[in-house]
Protein backbone atom coordinates (compact mmCIF):
# COMPACT_ATOMS: atom_id res chain seq x y z
CA UNK A 1 0.00 0.00 0.00
CA UNK A 2 2.71 2.38 1.15
CA UNK A 3 4.58 1.84 -2.83
CA UNK A 4 0.88 2.50 -4.43
CA UNK A 5 0.60 6.13 -2.32
CA UNK A 6 4.58 6.97 -2.74
CA UNK A 7 4.32 5.68 -6.68
CA UNK A 8 0.82 7.77 -6.81
CA UNK A 9 2.93 10.95 -5.17
CA UNK A 10 5.75 11.16 -7.33
CA UNK A 11 3.01 10.47 -10.92
CA UNK A 12 1.35 14.01 -9.61
CA UNK A 13 4.64 15.48 -8.96
CA UNK A 14 5.63 15.09 -12.30
CA UNK A 15 2.55 16.03 -13.86
CA UNK A 16 2.59 19.61 -11.92
CA UNK A 17 6.58 20.06 -12.38
CA UNK A 18 6.90 19.01 -15.80
CA UNK A 19 5.39 21.95 -17.81
CA UNK A 20 7.91 24.32 -15.73
CA UNK A 21 10.84 22.21 -16.41
CA UNK A 22 9.82 21.89 -20.58
CA UNK A 23 10.27 25.98 -20.44
CA UNK A 24 13.62 26.41 -20.80
CA UNK A 25 16.19 29.60 -21.66
CA UNK A 26 15.95 29.12 -25.27
CA UNK A 27 12.41 28.86 -25.55
CA UNK A 28 11.55 31.73 -22.67
CA UNK A 29 14.02 34.27 -24.67
CA UNK A 30 12.36 33.38 -28.13
CA UNK A 31 9.09 33.84 -26.44
CA UNK A 32 10.26 37.16 -25.07
CA UNK A 33 11.97 38.54 -29.01
CA UNK A 34 8.62 37.29 -30.20
CA UNK A 35 6.40 40.06 -27.72
CA UNK A 36 9.61 42.16 -28.68
CA UNK A 37 8.11 44.98 -31.34
CA UNK A 38 8.10 44.28 -34.53
CA UNK A 39 10.59 41.07 -34.27
CA UNK A 40 7.58 39.24 -34.34
CA UNK A 41 7.40 40.23 -37.98
CA UNK A 42 10.52 38.26 -38.52
CA UNK A 43 9.29 35.28 -36.68
CA UNK A 44 6.85 34.93 -39.90
CA UNK A 45 9.14 36.32 -42.36
CA UNK A 46 12.42 34.81 -41.65
CA UNK A 47 13.29 30.87 -43.36
CA UNK A 48 15.33 30.13 -39.92
CA UNK A 49 16.81 32.27 -36.88
CA UNK A 50 19.66 31.51 -33.72
CA UNK A 51 18.79 32.64 -30.31
CA UNK A 52 21.55 33.45 -27.53
CA UNK A 53 19.98 33.51 -24.34
CA UNK A 54 22.69 34.95 -23.00
CA UNK A 55 25.70 36.69 -24.12
CA UNK A 56 28.55 38.00 -21.75
CA UNK A 57 30.62 40.29 -22.59
CA UNK A 58 33.44 42.39 -20.99
CA UNK A 59 36.55 44.78 -21.73
CA UNK A 60 39.26 47.19 -20.71
CA UNK A 61 41.12 48.34 -23.97
CA UNK A 62 40.73 44.45 -25.24
CA UNK A 63 37.13 42.75 -24.80
CA UNK A 64 35.64 40.00 -25.66
CA UNK A 65 32.19 38.30 -25.66
CA UNK A 66 31.14 34.76 -25.61
CA UNK A 67 26.85 33.31 -25.79
CA UNK A 68 26.10 29.64 -26.77
CA UNK A 69 22.75 29.20 -28.69
CA UNK A 70 20.17 27.39 -30.81
CA UNK A 71 19.67 27.52 -34.36
CA UNK A 72 16.09 27.25 -35.69
CA UNK A 73 15.03 26.40 -39.65
CA UNK A 74 11.04 27.07 -40.07
CA UNK A 75 10.46 27.13 -36.32
CA UNK A 76 12.53 23.24 -35.84
CA UNK A 77 15.68 23.00 -33.62
CA UNK A 78 18.30 22.03 -36.52
CA UNK A 79 21.46 22.36 -34.18
CA UNK A 80 23.64 24.37 -31.56
CA UNK A 81 25.40 27.36 -32.24
CA UNK A 82 28.10 29.37 -30.14
CA UNK A 83 29.10 33.24 -31.03
CA UNK A 84 32.84 34.65 -30.01
CA UNK A 85 33.57 38.18 -30.36
CA UNK A 86 36.92 39.51 -30.06
CA UNK A 87 37.90 43.60 -29.64
CA UNK A 88 40.71 45.84 -29.30
CA UNK A 89 40.09 49.70 -28.91
CA UNK A 90 38.65 51.90 -26.27
CA UNK A 91 36.31 49.49 -24.20
CA UNK A 92 35.49 49.32 -20.44
CA UNK A 93 32.98 47.56 -18.59
CA UNK A 94 30.68 44.46 -18.93
CA UNK A 95 27.11 43.44 -19.89
CA UNK A 96 24.86 40.46 -20.53
CA UNK A 97 22.32 40.44 -23.71
CA UNK A 98 20.29 38.39 -25.29
CA UNK A 99 20.33 37.92 -29.38
CA UNK A 100 18.25 36.94 -32.01
CA UNK A 101 20.03 36.36 -35.65
CA UNK A 102 17.31 36.17 -38.23
CA UNK A 103 18.12 34.43 -41.61
CA UNK A 104 16.01 35.90 -44.70
CA UNK A 105 16.10 32.86 -47.39
CA UNK A 106 17.75 29.32 -46.96
CA UNK A 107 20.94 30.84 -48.40
CA UNK A 108 21.71 32.89 -45.38
CA UNK A 109 21.06 29.85 -43.16
CA UNK A 110 23.36 27.77 -45.61
CA UNK A 111 26.30 30.24 -45.26
CA UNK A 112 25.48 30.49 -41.32
CA UNK A 113 25.57 26.52 -41.12
CA UNK A 114 28.84 26.57 -42.64
CA UNK A 115 30.62 26.97 -39.46
CA UNK A 116 32.42 29.92 -40.43
CA UNK A 117 29.88 32.62 -40.72
CA UNK A 118 31.21 36.13 -39.21
CA UNK A 119 28.99 39.11 -39.03
CA UNK A 120 30.82 42.29 -41.35
CA UNK A 121 31.13 45.95 -39.54
CA UNK A 122 28.11 46.81 -42.12
CA UNK A 123 25.93 45.13 -40.34
CA UNK A 124 24.76 45.84 -36.70
CA UNK A 125 22.40 45.07 -34.52
CA UNK A 126 18.51 46.75 -33.28
CA UNK A 127 18.95 46.66 -29.56
CA UNK A 128 15.39 46.49 -28.26
CA UNK A 129 14.51 48.11 -24.43
CA UNK A 130 11.35 49.88 -22.99
CA UNK A 131 13.67 52.49 -20.44
CA UNK A 132 17.00 51.97 -20.38
CA UNK A 133 19.40 53.22 -23.47
CA UNK A 134 21.03 50.88 -25.58
CA UNK A 135 22.93 49.90 -28.94
CA UNK A 136 24.75 47.33 -30.26
CA UNK A 137 26.57 45.88 -33.52
CA UNK A 138 29.69 44.78 -34.78
CA UNK A 139 31.46 48.17 -34.70
CA UNK A 140 30.62 48.65 -30.96
CA UNK A 141 27.96 48.36 -28.24
CA UNK A 142 26.75 50.81 -24.91
CA UNK A 143 24.15 49.76 -23.23
CA UNK A 144 22.60 49.97 -19.73
CA UNK A 145 20.43 47.46 -17.64
CA UNK A 146 16.80 46.96 -20.33
CA UNK A 147 13.54 47.69 -18.71
CA UNK A 148 10.34 46.17 -19.57
CA UNK A 149 11.87 44.32 -22.29
CA UNK A 150 7.92 42.96 -23.47
CA UNK A 151 7.20 46.46 -24.55
CA UNK A 152 9.94 47.13 -26.69
CA UNK A 153 10.13 48.40 -29.73
CA UNK A 154 12.15 47.97 -33.02
CA UNK A 155 13.25 49.00 -36.50
CA UNK A 156 14.83 46.66 -38.27
CA UNK A 157 15.72 45.12 -41.55
CA UNK A 158 17.43 42.56 -43.27
CA UNK A 159 21.57 43.58 -44.38
CA UNK A 160 23.04 40.88 -46.60
CA UNK A 161 20.52 38.45 -45.66
CA UNK A 162 20.62 38.68 -41.57
CA UNK A 163 18.70 41.06 -39.20
CA UNK A 164 20.09 41.41 -35.77
CA UNK A 165 18.40 41.80 -32.55
CA UNK A 166 19.72 41.78 -28.68
CA UNK A 167 17.97 42.74 -25.22
CA UNK A 168 20.16 44.27 -22.65
CA UNK A 169 20.05 42.22 -19.99
CA UNK A 170 22.23 44.01 -17.45
CA UNK A 171 25.80 45.56 -16.82
CA UNK A 172 27.10 49.04 -18.57
CA UNK A 173 29.77 48.58 -21.14
CA UNK A 174 31.09 51.88 -23.09
CA UNK A 175 33.06 50.54 -26.35
CA UNK A 176 34.54 52.51 -29.36
CA UNK A 177 35.93 49.39 -31.03
CA UNK A 178 36.50 47.32 -33.93
CA UNK A 179 34.36 44.18 -33.72
CA UNK A 180 33.10 41.08 -35.54
CA UNK A 181 31.08 38.57 -34.03
CA UNK A 182 31.98 34.93 -35.50
CA UNK A 183 29.96 31.55 -35.20
CA UNK A 184 30.30 27.92 -34.99
CA UNK A 185 27.51 25.76 -36.26
CA UNK A 186 27.27 22.19 -35.46
CA UNK A 187 24.08 20.34 -36.51
CA UNK A 188 21.82 18.22 -33.94
CA UNK A 189 21.64 14.44 -34.30
Not at 75 to 102: D, H, L, P
Request: net charge positive; with cysteine.
Amino acid sequence: MKTVSWRSLACIALVLVAPAALADRYTDTIALFRHAGQTADFFKSSYGYAVFPTIGKGGFFIGAAHGDGRVYRQGRYIGNTSMTQVSIGFQFGGQAYSEMVFFRDPAALKRFESGKFALSADVSAVALTASASASAGTAGTEAGASGTATHATATGHYQNGVAVFTIAKGGLMYQAAVAGQKFSFTRAH
